[in-house]
């Protein structure tokens, strides 16, 4: 299983009342146990975890971003990272039509 993080973009956050840019960490199975693990491997809290339905991830902030690239994330652009998000969808509905 591979865990990757998309580029950093202007997505409205603000931390300590600066803006900044931040990325998403993301999974391409149903199985989120790996990135969890790098999750915790660089200190996100499982409460950080964003469980969407398209897309689970945690939110990455620069520091946090290079942190997951060194424990193993791999680098994705926007694009690449839209089409895994949307094959995960699919692989997703699959599971749920084969467990009916």
């Known amino acids: ?7 950093l973009g202007n997505f409205g956050w603000k ?4 803006a900044t840019t931040n990325c998403h960490m993301f999974t391409d199975t149903e199985d ?6 790098v999750a915790a491997k660089i200190g996100m809290k499982l409460a950080w975890f964003q469980n969407s339905k398209s897309a689970p991830h945690y939110d990455l902030t620069p520091n946090r971003r290079a942190a997951a690239i060194r424990a193993g994330a791999v680098e994705v652009d926007r ?22």
């Open 15 to 18: 931390l300590r009342g600066r």
């Open 32 to 37: 989120l146990s790996e990135l969890h693990k």
């Open 79 to 100: 694009e690449k990272a839209v089409s895994i998000w949307q094959a995960r969808r699919v692989l997703m509905v699959a599971i749920k039509e084969n467990y009916l």
């Open 1 to 7: 299983m591979t865990v990757y993080v998309d580029p």
